[in-house]
């Protein structure tokens, strides 16, 4: 097997793993499929700006959960949804759990509750980030040995 | 108008895709989301559509006010300034006739009716599908012809 052949490989097997662990769903497949060679860039785009939005909502969260005052729930609220949305529109299925199960402790008005679901979303989040940063590389690694990234229903 | 369709719409015609392709339907794409407004506008330009974003509601209603026109609207709700429901009872309260669709992920059945009875002709859950922008442009093709 070839350098290509090799890298195309490891990619599907990469590909279907982020799939079967749910890390994304079908959405992400749907976004991969709208880049074409007028815009090679599109999907890691689309994620950078995604992952934008995530640091920009979990510091809002971070904030309104810190007041001592008293917790704004409504706007902690707030933001999980945006980012619930975001999420689901590019298929970042297990970000989009996190933020499930975050909006029900927000309703609940549980401080813990939230703060507990704030470190998984974070997570969650860190490690679709490297899931993600391990499948551009190797997408990467495919062009530059000159060969085609594999489409992976 | 169309009340209560908030739910994902699959009833296809017989018309296929590559008819629906290659139209010279304008769209605006009103989301306060730098990677929705991205999305959206990819996804359209894929069926030929022209597509024009809005960062919020406010800049939409001034597009319009200064003579822009659009065959379609793509609505987010919750947008800082003017939420979708406002700019769109301000765009029917302005004599806009274009389709407007709610795009959202409120979960609230009652909010979703409230944001349906601002205006829209529909709305459906993000994020938006291939299905549901088909479905949007037979609506859109089945409109211009009972406008001519």
Known sequence: ?153 | MMLGNCATSSSLSTESDEDIVNNNLTVLVVDDSPMIRKLHDMHLKKFGLKVQVAENGKNAVDLFRSGASFNLILMDKEMPIMDGAEVTKELRTMGVTSMIVGVTSLDSIFDRQAFMEAGLDHCFTKPLTTENIIFLLQELNKKNNEEN
């Not at chain 1, 904030?63 to 980012?83: M, Y």
């Open chain 1, 1 to 153: 097997m070839n350098i290509v052949n090799q890298l195309q490989r490891q990619f599907i097997d990469f590909s279907t793993s982020l799939h079967r662990e749910g890390f994304v769903d079908d959405q992400f497949t749907q976004l991969q499929k709208l880049q074409d060679e007028n815009s090679p860039d599109f999907v890691v785009e689309v994620v950078s700006l995604f992952f934008e939005d995530c640091e920009k909502l979990i510091n809002n969260m971070a904030r309104a959960l810190e007041q001592t005052q008293g917790v704004d729930f409504k706007q902690v609220d707030a933001s999980v949804h945006q980012l619930k949305g975001s999420s689901s529109s590019i298929g970042a299925m297990r970000v989009k759990n996190a933020c499930i199960s975050f909006r029900s402790f927000c309703e609940a008005q549980n401080r813990e509750g939230c703060l507990r679901c704030l470190q998984q979303v974070t997570h969650e989040y860190s490690l679709l980030k490297n899931k993600l940063q391990t499948l551009f590389t190797l997408e990467q690694q495919i062009l530059a040995a000159g060969g085609s990234i594999p489409v992976v229903d």
